[in-house]
C-alpha cells in the first residue's frame, strides 16, 4: 500500500494550496481518508476526512471554511484545497486511509487509520 502526498510548497498568508494524496495497492473506494498535520514542537492533529463514498466530511475547527476535502474514487486520490492560509497552518501535511466506518472517521488520535503517507510539508509566511 502507498499514499504519495504531494502539493505542498512555500506560500504567503492569504494564498491557497491544493495537496494530493495517491493511494495504490488497496480497493480505495472502500476506505475512509483523512488529512493530518503536525507543526515543529506540536503533537499531531487531524484536519479533515471524508466517508468512503465522499457523501460525508469533517472538518478541525481551526480550518472550517478555510479547508476543504474531497476525493476521486475513479481515479483513487483524495485532495485538501486550502484557502485564506495563515501562518499556523504551517506543518507537515499527512494523507492517511482507514477501514473506518462514517461516525468513526474524524479520528484524533489517528488510531483507525492504518495506512500513512510520507507528508508534504507547508509553509506559510506572514
Known amino acids: 500500500v502507498q499514499l504519495q502526498a504531494s502539493g505542498g510548497g512555500l506560500v504567503q498568508a492569504g494564498d491557497s494550496l491544493r495537496l494530493s494524496c495517491a493511494v495504490s495497492?488497496?480497493?480505495?473506494?472502500?476506505?475512509?481518508m483523512a488529512w493530518y498535520r503536525q507543526a515543529p514542537g506540536k503533537e499531531r492533529e487531524i484536519v479533515a476526512a471524508?466517508?468512503?463514498?465522499?457523501?460525508?466530511?469533517r472538518y478541525a475547527d481551526s480550518v472550517k471554511g478555510r479547508f476543504t476535502i474531497a476525493r476521486e474514487n475513479a481515479k483513487n486520490t483524495v485532495y485538501l484545497q486550502m484557502n485564506s492560509l495563515k501562518p499556523e497552518d504551517t506543518a507537515v501535511y499527512y494523507c492517511?486511509?482507514?477501514?473506518?466506518?462514517?461516525?468513526?472517521?474524524?479520528?484524533?488520535?489517528?488510531?483507525?487509520?492504518?495506512?500513512w503517507g510520507q507528508g508534504t510539508q507547508v509553509t506559510v509566511s506572514s
Open positions: 471524508i466517508t468512503r463514498s465522499g457523501g460525508l466530511t
Open positions: 495497492g488497496l480497493t480505495f473506494r472502500n476506505y475512509g
Open positions: 492517511a486511509a482507514g477501514s473506518v466506518i462514517n461516525t468513526s472517521i474524524f479520528d484524533t488520535k489517528g488510531a483507525n487509520y492504518a495506512y
